[in-house]
């Protein structure tokens, strides 16, 4: 059974930072793309960023890059998402996802993902 667990979320003022981990099990993850995902209450969810099955490329959104970076631990089965210099437009239930196929680099799009997490709250006061 494929399970993904995010956490490190939680209440932080603009201009600090948090790092989201995502620990994933049931599955050979190092054979597929992983990405991140959030939704903010009324909103559909976006894509925020996405690493390659290997590591070796990343991608993100505009409203994140240069702030957030995405990194995996193949060896713990792991995703993370550091997130700096917070916005409070940053506010949003932040879930992890891997990818359907095998071997597979560059995968920003919900529905190319097979399984999700049950998302953790990041919330960002003034």
């Known amino acids: 059974q494929v399970q993904l667990v995010e956490s490190g979320g939680g209440l932080v003022q603009a201009g600090d930072s948090l790092r989201l981990s995502c620990a994933a099990s049931?599955?050979?993850?190092?054979?597929?793309?992983m990405g991140w995902f959030r939704q903010a209450p009324g909103k559909e969810r976006e894509f925020v960023a996405a690493?390659?099955?290997?590591?070796?490329?990343?991608y993100y959104s505009d409203s994140v890059k240069g702030r957030f970076t995405i990194s995996r631990d193949s060896a713990k089965n792991t995703l993370y998402l550091q997130m700096n210099s917070l916005k409070p437009e940053d506010t949003a239930v932040y879930y992890c996802?891997?990818?359907?196929?095998?071997?597979?680099?560059?995968?920003?799009?919900?529905?190319?993902?097979?399984?999700w997490g049950q998302g953790t709250q990041v919330t960002v006061s003034l």
């Open positions: 049931g599955r050979t993850f190092s054979s597929y793309a």
């Open positions: 996802a891997t990818d359907s196929k095998p071997w597979r680099t560059r995968v920003e799009t919900p529905r190319e993902y097979a399984y």
């Open positions: 690493i390659s099955w290997s590591g070796g490329s990343t």
